[in-house]
């Protein structure tokens, strides 16, 4: 299916379909401060269910949940991604990468 899309779709069209990179950091930056008031110090007691750590695509269940880490500091690193994710990245020429850490809820 992926795959279809790619050739059916120039990424450039798909590209304008979403929300300008200013309009993406006020949302985020909003929906951060709403969650920063909440307690900060929960990610190494966060259990994510076995059920979170899948997702239903296409009437079937796939696994979410790729990297769950906890290192001797405290430190948490938490990786959700899907197969066609997977899929999109295997076959990309280049990877672009955003330094928006500060954006996920501060428990992270």
Same mark, same amino acid.
Request: hydrophobic share 35%.
């Given at each position: 299916?992926?795959? +279809? @899309?790619?050739?059916?779709?120039?990424?450039? @069209?798909?590209?304008?379909?979403?929300?300008?990179? %200013?309009?993406?950091?006020?949302?985020?930056?909003?929906?951060?401060?709403?969650?920063?008031?909440?307690?900060?110090?929960?990610?190494?007691?966060? %259990? +994510?269910? /076995? %059920? @979170?750590?899948?997702?239903?695509?296409?009437?079937?269940?796939?696994?979410?949940?790729?990297?769950?880490?906890?290192?001797?500091?405290? /430190?948490?690193?938490? +990786?959700? @991604?899907?197969?066609?994710?997977?899929?999109?990245?295997?076959?990309?020429? %280049?990877?672009?990468? /955003?330094?928006?850490?500060?954006?996920?809820?501060?428990?992270?």
């Amino acid at each position: 299916m992926v795959q +279809i @899309l790619q050739a059916k779709y120039d990424p450039s @069209l798909v590209a304008e379909a979403f929300p300008s990179e %200013e309009t993406a950091r006020v949302t985020c930056s909003t929906n951060k401060s709403k969650s920063s008031k909440k307690d900060l110090k929960k990610s190494l007691r966060l %259990e +994510i269910s /076995d %059920e @979170l750590k899948h997702i239903q695509i296409n009437n079937q269940q796939q696994l979410f949940l790729r990297f769950n880490n906890y290192d001797k500091n405290g /430190d948490r690193i938490v +990786i959700f @991604l899907s197969g066609t994710a997977i899929e999109i990245l295997q076959k990309a020429e %280049e990877y672009h990468l /955003d330094g928006t850490f500060k954006n996920c809820p501060k428990m992270f």
